[in-house]
């Protein structure tokens, strides 16, 4: 759903999915046969995936990249967003606008791709998750509590306390669930207006001026910058 000017809201038929991540304007997932497929927009060559058998992947504005079932890193599309890729293994990556970022075997957060504002700067320490915007990055320490570094314009890399379970990074904004389920969201984009959505969410995913989630009673919801609701969800 959400506009389709590049086709990234028409997959491939009949072709059963076990993930999913939507970029800017291509949309990139893989299948039950660990295959990569990506639609869309692909002027940078950043739906062009490369053979082999891959276990995640992540879309970001002019790139994608992918982890193997032995965690190796690949990524393709445009050169400027995807400079000095480790050689690490990596358990979760996630590319953004400019520049990725991952969780290595180790629990270590590794960045590639254009440092815009020191969206490459990760922190030290040991993380279970992270996540990049647009230049700008937020990781889950081990102790539950949010680091974020790269750009501050927007309040989008000032977490509030507390301890978290997933994070997700956005153009100039970031969300984050709470270990109580409540959504937390800081930057250019606010919470939900809690009139309209159920107050916790088993999953969040912010965009490029929209964000989603899935609360935990199963439904998709969708809100704009402002907190309102956003009429595309299905």
Not at 47 to 67: E, H, I, L
């Amino acid at each position: 759903f959400g506009s389709s000017g590049s086709g990234e809201t028409t997959p491939p038929n009949n072709i059963s999915f076990v993930s999913v991540d939507a970029g800017r304007t291509h949309v990139c997932g893989v299948d039950t046969s660990s295959q990569v497929h990506c639609w869309g927009n692909d002027s940078y060559g950043q739906s062009t995936v490369p053979s082999g058998y891959y276990s995640q992947v992540t879309a970001g504005f002019r790139a994608t990249c992918a982890t193997s079932p032995t965690r190796q890193l690949s990524c393709w599309g445009s050169s400027n967003y995807i400079d000095n890729v480790p050689s690490s293994d990596f358990v979760s990556i996630d590319q953004g606008y400019q520049a990725g970022c991952g969780v290595t075997d180790a629990g270590y957060v590794q960045c590639w791709g254009q440092d815009s504002n020191g969206s490459t700067a990760a922190p030290s320490g040991t993380f279970t998750a992270s996540s990049s915007g647009q230049d700008h990055g937020c990781a889950i320490a081990t102790d539950g509590t949010l680091e974020c570094w790269g750009s501050n314009d927007h309040g989008q890399s000032t977490p509030p306390n507390g301890t978290y379970t997933a994070v997700s990074a956005g153009g100039d904004s970031t969300c984050a669930l709470q270990t109580s389920g409540s959504l937390k969201c800081w930057g250019q984009s606010d919470s939900p207006n809690l009139g309209s959505f159920y107050p916790a969410y088993s999953s969040i995913h912010v965009g490029n001026g929209e964000t989603c989630g899935i609360d935990v009673l199963g439904a998709a919801q969708c809100w704009n910058t402002s907190g309102d609701p956003w009429d595309y969800a299905p």
